[in-house]
């Protein structure tokens, strides 16, 4: 989980306001990030001022850790079931809510909590907003080690015109995520999200790709949190 700061005004609001449709005797799935993260530290708060009864389903090491560390109850992901409802953050959302997640590896693991919840909410602040998906970020692709070469070129095939193997920062050689893979990111084009996000899955090797736009994904809605308030933006499906 990267360390950025958790005073952010702007997130805080979005996270208090998403906090309301938490409600005791839920089980609830927890992205991975910055935003995720004061989401949880805010949510364990709640808990233990309320006495609420609440499972939780983590997206990574890092968030199980925070959790369990403030008291809430993370079952194994091995008994995953359907979620009432989950929450995480988003790198990038355009105007059709269309997102670009997995600036902490985890993209993999919390596409798949996310579909297995009834409804998927992302938090974000406004700067996170974009005219065009990719605008700013790089697409993250979760790849299988010994693939990374022929989807490199399969990448390229698609367009892309960057692909980097991401490196650690605190260690040398490259990130590794919880699932023991390599993270690829390609600047993509990006006019059909939908459309990239499926031709992305049927390449041999790419476990996952970080953006989410399919229905599967079960995205209710986004709260976007600014200095002033919440802006809540619904999904049309």
Partial sequence: MRN???DNPSRLNAVREALK??????????GTGSTTSLFIRELALRVKKEKLRLDFFASSFATVHLAKSLGLTVLESSALGELDVSFDGADEVDPALHLIKGGGAA???EKI????SRAFYCLVDETKRVSVLGERTAVPLEVLPMARSPVIRKLQDLGAMDVELRLARMKDGPVVTDNGNLILDAKLPLADPPAMEESLARIPGVVESG??????????GVFVGSPDGVVYLKKEI
Avoid: E, N, Q, W
Avoid at 21 to 30: C, F, H, K, N, Q
Avoid at 211 to 220: E, G, M, Q, R, W
């Fill in 211 to 220: 953006i989410f736009a399919l229905p599967h994904c079960h995205l209710a």
């Fill in 113 to 116: 909590l996310h579909a297995a």
């Fill in 4 to 6: 950025d700061p958790l």
């Fill in 21 to 30: 449709l938490v409600s005791d005797g839920m089980t609830i799935g927890l």
């Fill in 107 to 109: 993209h993999t693991r």
